[in-house]
T-cell receptor, first 116, second 113 residues
């Protein structure tokens, strides 16, 4: 497999559920990101990890909990979400910090989340 | 405060026509300006990018024009094709801030055959 893979592609959950989104990158990058994409709004950066260490938390509510066990995997744990959290959650990776850093982000296809 | 303002929100162009999408920014510390293309059901993918030391960059039918003094940049799609129908996002990044891209709201482009 190549590129950035996200699972599940679609998720429906109630406000009291606990679920997780998974992201895996096969590009040998060292930085991984979570973005939130809502209709008619700019993509919102949520979290940044570089070499497994969180380098940015963009004031994200604690009901979203990221986990980065290694440079290839990134999770977003979800609990007690609100209907307004329904969105497309995009994972991305980049070679940030390396000589070959072109600034490009490589996105996965996203996980479409619906909170009932 | 929106860091990058993009217009129009939607654009309809006839096949063979020129599509133009505009973006403006305020932060003069931005030094990298990419455009991303997103098809339905897919994640955004880098289309073309420019740094402020040049005023224009062309890749095939896609051209970025950059006006540093006006703090504006635009995407021109020449000879637009139905396969170009997608949502386009401009973005800006400041220095080495790890992936800290500020995106515009996006422009939904429809090219009629």
């Amino acid at each position: 497999e190549t590129g950035v893979t996200q699972t599940p592609r679609h998720l429906v959950m109630g406000m009291t559920n606990k679920k997780s989104l998974k992201c895996e990158q096969h590009l040998g990058h060292n930085a991984m990101y979570w973005y939130k994409q809502s209709a008619k709004k700019p993509l919102e950066l949520m979290f940044v990890y570089n070499f497994k260490e969180q380098t940015e938390n963009n004031s994200v509510p604690s009901r979203f909990s990221p986990e980065c066990p290694n440079s290839s995997h990134l999770f977003l744990h979800l609990h007690t979400l609100q209907p307004e959290d329904s969105a497309l959650y995009l994972c991305a990776s980049s070679p940030a910090g390396r000589v070959i850093d072109t600034g490009e982000l490589f996105f996965g296809e996203g996980s479409r989340l619906t909170v009932l | 405060q929106q860091q990058v303002k993009q217009s129009p929100q939607s654009l309809i162009v006839q096949k063979g026509g020129i599509s133009i999408i505009n973006c403006a920014y305020e932060n003069t510390a931005f030094d990298y300006f990419p455009w991303y293309q997103q098809f339905p059901g897919k994640g955004p993918a880098l289309l073309i990018a420019i740094r402020p030391d040049v005023s224009e960059k062309k890749e095939g039918r896609f051209t970025i024009s950059f006006n540093k003094s006006a703090k504006q940049f635009s995407l021109h799609i020449m000879d637009s094709q139905p396969g170009d129908s997608a949502t386009y996002f401009c973005a800006a990044r400041r220095g080495s801030t790890l992936g800290r891209l500020y995106f515009g709201r996006g422009t939904q482009l429809t090219v009629w055959p």
